[in-house]
């Protein structure tokens, strides 16, 4: 009985990895530096806190001048996006590019182009802390 036990698992676990997958899967950013070169700082202690927003910049609008205490990441889904720091520092982003955003670094974001820039975030936070100051 036993044998016939251990015999059926190990040809269950045979056909689930022989079994082919339709999945494809693509590193779209992998990094331990912002878009601007910066190392990214350590985690900060606390309650983790992942927040993902998807964020709508219409055509030829400038976001106002702002910065993220914590790390955070995106994906450009549509549009054209120009991130730019304080210091003048520039990232251009099209529809399908990724971004490791500036952390504690003043900057913003503006939509040269003529259809909205609509991009996904993902904050590493903390608990009750903000991801964005203004």
């Not at 992998?30 to 900060?44: E, H, M, Q, V």
């Amino acid at each position: 009985m036993k044998k016939t036990i251990i015999y059926s698992a190990v040809l269950l676990m045979l056909s689930i990895f022989q079994h082919t997958y339709a999945a494809e899967v693509k590193v779209l950013a992998k990094r331990t530096s912002s878009w601007n070169g910066a190392t990214l700082p350590d985690y900060p202690r606390g309650t983790p806190e992942v927040t993902i927003l998807r964020i709508t910049v219409a055509p030829g609008e400038k976001l106002p001048m702002h910065n993220h205490p914590v790390i955070n990441a995106g994906v450009l889904l549509t549009g054209e996006l120009i991130v730019t720091t304080k210091s003048g520092k520039r990232l251009e982003l099209k529809a399908g590019d990724s971004i490791v955003e500036v952390v504690e670094t003043w900057h913003y974001g503006q939509n040269p182009g003529d259809q909205p820039a609509d991009i996904i975030v993902f904050y590493a936070g903390i608990k009750d802390k903000p991801v964005t100051v203004k």
